[in-house]
């Protein structure tokens, strides 16, 4: 079946500029990640959506970054004012949810969007 | 936060083994999982442990130790495709917590 999607691939702006990244997750995952990862470190989380539960946001960097997920599908991450130092891959990974207990799903993860800031 | 280890780089000769190591703190620990990512690709799975021992998938095999906090990925009869970062993360409940990655050259 389909796996999850990412689009832009590529997305290069200016400083100050505001961008919207977008994730589709797998049909079916009630749980979706965003994380972004700077060339050579590994990845960092961002932000967690499950179900219809109040998001968990503790790894967003600062208030110019917030995410939706419309209908527990799409999610979009935005950025407002972008910086350089907002350059990375932003990747979305997606899961089926196990109520908190020994078995935790795995994680499927889009191809990423590159986000270049001039 | 949660602290997850692994050394930086490694390198070994293909055909041969290697061990990737990963230590974790282990309050609130739920799981382990190892992925593999190639040079400008997205993380994919390779392995999940839960329970203390040994879980093997043909050249790859994945070890955890809950109560040492300690996790290995073993690579058999490595190729040169083998050559990837491997990321090591811990799950405590539906939060994901990774490590820096370990860069694994295979050399001819």
């Known amino acids: 079946g389909a796996g999850v999607s990412q689009s832009p691939s590529n997305k290069v702006t200016e400083k100050g500029k505001d961008v919207e990244l977008r994730c589709d997750p797998i049909s079916g995952h009630t749980a979706l990640y965003w994380y972004r990862q700077s060339l050579g470190q590994g990845l960092e989380f961002l932000i967690y959506?499950?179900?219809?539960?109040?998001?968990?946001k503790s790894g967003l960097p600062s208030d110019r970054f917030s995410a939706e997920r419309t209908g527990g599908s799409v999610s979009t991450l935005t950025i407002q004012r972008t910086q350089q130092e907002d350059s990375a891959v932003y990747l979305c990974a997606s899961s089926f949810y196990i109520p908190r207990g020994v078995y935790t799903d795995t994680q499927y993860f889009g191809p990423g969007t590159r986000l270049t800031v001039l | 936060g949660q602290n997850i280890d692994q050394p930086t780089e490694m390198t070994a000769t293909e055909g041969a083994i290697v061990q990737i190591n990963c230590t974790y703190q282990t309050s609130g620990f739920n799981g382990l999982f190892w992925y593999q990512q190639h040079a400008g690709e997205a993380p994919t799975f390779l392995s999940y442990n839960v329970l203390d021992g040994l879980e093997e998938k043909g050249r790859f095999s994945s070890f955890l130790s809950r109560s040492k906090g300690y996790s290995y990925l073993l690579l058999k009869e490595l190729q040169m495709k083998d050559s990837a970062s491997y990321l090591c993360?811990?799950?405590?409940?539906?939060?994901?917590?990774f490590g820096p990655g370990t860069r694994l050259s295979v050399l001819p």
């Open positions: 993360a811990v799950s405590y409940g539906q939060n994901f917590v």
């Open positions: 959506f499950q179900g219809n539960s109040a998001p968990d």
